[in-house]
C-alpha cells in the first residue's frame, strides 16, 4: 500500500494490526480520519470481506468522511457498515424490536426534546394560567426522567426531592 508517504510510524501500526478489532483514540488534528481510512483500505486489500467491517464515531461527519476517502479509494469500502454510535445502537434496536417487545416505530426523544413535550402538554392543560407559579420545563423533564430512572411513582419522587411542587 503506497501509505507510507501519508502515515507516521504509530499510524501505520495502527493501519497494518492484524489481531483482532482495534481502538483508535487520539486527539484533533491527530490523522484519525487518515488512519481509518487507510485501515479500512487495508483490511478490505487482506481480503477482509467489507461487509464485516463495522466503522462508528461519534460524529455522522467524521463517519461519512472516513467511509467516502476510502470509497474514492476503492469502491468496496462502500459496503462497510459504519455511522455513528447512536444510529447504530437505533438501527439494532429497531431490528430486535419485537424480541425486545417494543415497536420499531418507537421514537428517542433528546432532552430537549422531552422538555418541549412536557411543556406543550402542561399549557394546553392550562397549568401555567394559575397563579402559582407551576414548574418550568427543564424542571418537568428532571421528575419524569428521575421517576423513570429511579422506578418511583412521580408523586412519590415529589414528595421525596420536590416537596414544594406537590400542590401543583
Do not use: C, W
Not at 480520519?33 to 466503522?55: G, H, K, M, W
Amino acid at each position: 500500500m503506497e501509505q507510507s508517504n501519508f502515515l507516521n510510524r504509530e499510524q501505520t501500526q495502527a493501519v497494518e494490526h492484524r489481531n483482532g478489532p482495534l481502538l483508535v483514540i487520539a486527539g484533533a488534528g491527530s490523522g484519525k480520519t487518515r488512519v481509518i481510512e487507510y485501515r479500512v483500505l487495508n483490511l478490505i486489500l487482506n481480503q477482509i470481506d467489507p461487509t464485516s467491517i463495522l466503522l462508528l464515531t461519534f460524529t455522522r461527519k467524521a463517519s461519512g468522511e472516513m467511509l467516502s476517502r476510502a470509497a474514492k479509494r476503492d469502491p468496496r469500502s462502500a459496503m462497510v457498515e459504519g455511522g455513528t454510535f447512536h444510529a447504530f445502537a437505533v438501527k439494532l434496536l429497531r431490528k430486535h424490536a419485537p424480541a425486545l417487545g417494543i415497536s420499531k416505530s418507537f421514537m428517542i426523544l433528546d432532552t430537549s426534546d422531552s422538555q418541549e413535550a412536557l411543556h406543550r402538554t402542561a399549557t394546553k392543560m392550562g397549568f401555567y394560567e394559575g397563579e402559582n407559579r407551576f414548574p418550568q420545563k427543564s424542571t418537568l423533564q428532571k421528575i419524569t426522567s428521575a421517576a423513570t430512572n429511579k422506578k418511583k411513582p412521580v408523586l412519590q419522587l415529589l414528595e421525596e426531592d420536590y416537596p414544594h411542587f406537590i400542590e401543583h
